[in-house]
């Protein structure tokens, strides 16, 4: 067996192992056993992805010395600062120590929570990521970004802390509901704009099989954003300047999701709206419309649902207090061109307000 992409990322004074492919549980499957010999072990996942790919991992109760499996709610309702609590009450009621290590083996959610939970518990433990879901694949599991949110903003409580090994299994890709599937694509849809035209065009070419899940048309676009990621995140690994980039429709995307409820918008649904503003704002900002058109085609393409009836003011306000602001206002991603992002700052607030104003109150794919 072999790996569709192994590489590293170093970053944050070491290195992080990624493996990627259709097997690459199963090929990674000596390196995991190399990293939890003799130790305590706490598997954090949730109930659906044990069920369906818990097998996957019948060998490591055997590799380790003791094994905690560690249940967590589906989604954004396991990033709650009570169900970090549990778990660090967990790990110390079982004994665990500074050489435990601590393995996320689900989507976004379960990682960004069990990073959380290794960065901050006796200081920070060593931990292994296993993402099971297309967002957490080609996006989420890179980086070292963990965190849990508060009521008023997403991601409000974190830090980073990079994974010493991330293996993304493609294979368990198969199991994911649709909307799951198109949530992720969309992540890879925003890397492949600002930093990959080729990336781009393969997803527009080979959209309904990925759409469709097919394994043969995901590893490729999986590996591709992973390494395009990594290669940011290792230029600019505390986000200061140019992984930045990666927050291409995020900033009002993480507000569309606190503002709605968090578990009632995909990530990835969201971020696409997201995405269709910054567009907006990019072509105020002399971005090329052509450009904006085939972005905004491509995520209808997708099959991304319209928003619900939203006001303009509240999430203004959630904006205010997104994690990404600085004392002189937000800054926004803006695509200038395919291939070509750029960070605007200094938008004038009541030209940003007057736009938002505006996008959500036009009809789905009437906003450019």
Not at 118 to 142: E, K
Not at 145 to 170: C, I, Y
Request: proline share 5%.
């Amino acid at each position: 067996m072999s790996f569709a992409a192994a590489f590293e990322l170093r970053a944050g004074g070491g290195a992080t192992r990624h493996r990627i492919g259709g097997d690459a549980l199963a090929a990674a499957a000596a390196e995991l056993a190399t990293e939890v010999a003799g130790r305590t072990v706490f598997l954090v996942t949730e109930a659906t992805v044990w069920g369906l790919h818990g097998e996957r991992l019948a060998a490591l109760p055997a590799a380790c010395s003791r094994l905690h499996r560690l249940v967590v709610p589906a989604g954004e309702a396991a990033k709650q600062v009570e169900v970090a609590d549990s778990l660090w009450r967990a790990m110390s009621a079982a004994g665990g120590k500074r050489d435990s290590r601590v393995i996320a083996f689900g989507g976004g959610s379960v990682g960004d929570l069990a990073g959380f939970v290794a960065g901050t518990f006796l200081r920070g433990v060593d931990w292994l990521l296993l993402p099971t879901t297309l967002l957490a694949q080609v996006d989420a599991s890179i980086g070292g970004k963990t965190a849990v949110d508060l009521p008023e903003a997403k991601n409000a409580v974190g830090l980073f802390h990079h994974p010493r090994l991330v293996v993304a299994d493609t294979g368990v890709l198969a199991t994911l509901p649709p909307e799951q599937v198109r949530s992720g694509l969309v992540e890879a849809v925003k890397v492949a704009a600002l930093l990959d035209p080729e990336l781009l065009a393969r997803i527009e070419r080979d959209r309904a099989a990925l759409l469709a899940g097919d394994a043969a048309a995901l590893a490729p676009v999986v590996a591709t954003a992973a390494r395009l990621k990594a290669g940011l995140v290792e230029r600019d690994p505390d986000e200061r300047g140019e992984r930045g980039l990666l927050n291409f429709g995020h900033t009002l995307g993480h507000a569309l999701e606190a503002e709605v409820g968090y578990g009632r918008l995909l990530h990835g649904d969201a971020v696409a709206h997201g995405i269709r503003f910054a567009l907006r704002l990019s072509v105020l900002e002399g971005g090329d419309p052509a450009f904006a058109r085939r972005l905004a085609a491509l995520l209808d393409g997708l099959g991304v649902p319209p928003l619900p009836r939203l006001a303009a003011a509240p999430l203004l306000a959630r904006l205010e207090r997104d994690k990404k602001a600085r004392e002189g206002g937000l800054t926004w991603v803006l695509a200038a061109s395919a291939g070509e992002g750029r960070l605007a700052c200094g938008l004038a607030p009541e030209r940003v307000a007057g736009e938002l104003a505006a996008f959500l109150n036009e009809p789905a794919g009437e906003s450019l």
